[in-house]
């Protein structure tokens, strides 16, 4: 384990914004968390973070502490009866990787969340979520290390909770809980779930056969038409998440925007699409600078060839800004800002 200084992150996140961080670490083994106790207490350094694949982020400027990439690999069924098996999967391995990984085996929930970049010590801290599935729907357990009890630690499901693109990960133990491993209970009879719009006219439309690895191979030509690949077109994923508001708001809405968009999360509550509200603002394809809207989908800001981190917020501002004045929502960040 080698503990590099002024280290430049920008291939280290999908957006390739150029800062620095005063230290950074590889690690593979959970015996190196030793070490790296010793070399924040040495040099009194107080602020940490956990870095997976760079997605879902944005460095807003230098990063004045130590990133601690996770790169602990493994796959391995832990139990398993007739109906499910328990699957403990290491941090560092690429979660879409992992999908596949899991349809090879026959093992069934989680491949309606196809080609999601990074890795699955990120997922459960998000809570990553598409086509009508989420990671906690078939999370079981997390391990890991607290830094601020300086202890290995296991989470169950209600212990991690989960809300909408949240995590206990995310706040309370944010940069204090270093995710190990995670544990997946996935079913051995394959339901499937094509409630999402996108999804199943994708299946009235081709007549395929209803499999989970047909379910995969959807998503991943949906996605192909909609996202941009981070690799040609630097992207964090959607930038925003989908904001959720009340009865009285939706129907004040749609007397305004007949052709509102809406999803039903119970009686009170309805999640609109973000995207649907940055094009009525008048936004898709608009750029400031160097920092732009991805012309297939609006939910998505991208680097349009050396864009800086101040080109980017400015962007997401000015977007938010117009939202409320429009529509009286306020939109939330669902990328992290560093």
């Known amino acids: 384990m080698e503990i590099l200084i002024n280290y430049n992150l920008k291939k ?36 940490k973070m956990f870095l997976g694949s760079g997605s879902n982020l ?29 699957v403990e999967v290491g941090a560092g391995e690429i979660w879409d990787d992992f999908v596949k990984y899991t349809i090879q085996q026959n093992l069934f929930g989680l491949e309606n969340l196809a080609m999601i970049p990074g890795t699955v010590g990120a997922a459960p801290v998000q809570n990553i979520g598409a086509y009508g599935t989420e990671q906690s729907n078939c999370l079981f357990e997390i391990f890991g290390y607290n830094f601020t009890t300086q202890k290995f630690e296991n989470y169950n499901f209600d212990e991690c909770k989960f809300g909408y693109r949240d995590s206990i990960f995310k706040s309370k133990l944010k940069d204090q809980f270093l995710i190990i491993k995670v544990r997946y209970k996935l079913n051995k009879s394959f339901i499937p779930n094509i409630a999402y719009k996108d999804l199943r006219n994708y299946f009235e439309k081709n007549k395929i056969e209803l499999t989970a690895e047909n379910i995969y191979n959807a998503v991943c030509e949906i996605r192909d038409k909609k996202l941009p690949n981070p690799r040609q077109i630097p992207n964090a994923g959607s930038f925003f998440k989908n904001p959720i508001i009340n009865k009285t708001q939706l129907n004040e809405l749609l007397a305004r925007f007949p052709d509102l968009p809406y999803f039903e999360m119970d009686a009170e509550n309805f999640k609109l699409p973000a995207a649907y509200l940055i094009e009525k603002a ?38 938010i800004e117009s939202i409320e004045i429009l529509f009286n929502i306020h939109l939330e960040f669902e990328v992290n800002i560093i």
């Open 12 to 47: 280290l996140n999908t957006l390739a914004i150029e800062h620095y961080a005063s230290y950074f670490v590889n690690f593979n083994n959970e015996n190196d968390i030793e070490d790296i106790l010793l070399f924040l207490k040495e040099h009194s350094i107080s602020r």
């Open 58 to 86: 944005l460095f807003s400027k230098n990063y004045e502490g130590l990133i601690i990439k996770n790169e602990i690999k493994g796959i391995k069924t832990i139990f398993e009866n007739e109906q499910y098996a328990i």
């Open 282 to 319: 008048g936004w898709k394809g608009k750029s400031i600078g160097q920092a732009g809207i991805f012309a297939n989908h609006s939910l998505i800001l991208i680097n349009l060839g050396d864009a800086n981190s101040k080109e980017i917020l400015n962007l997401a501002f000015n977007i």
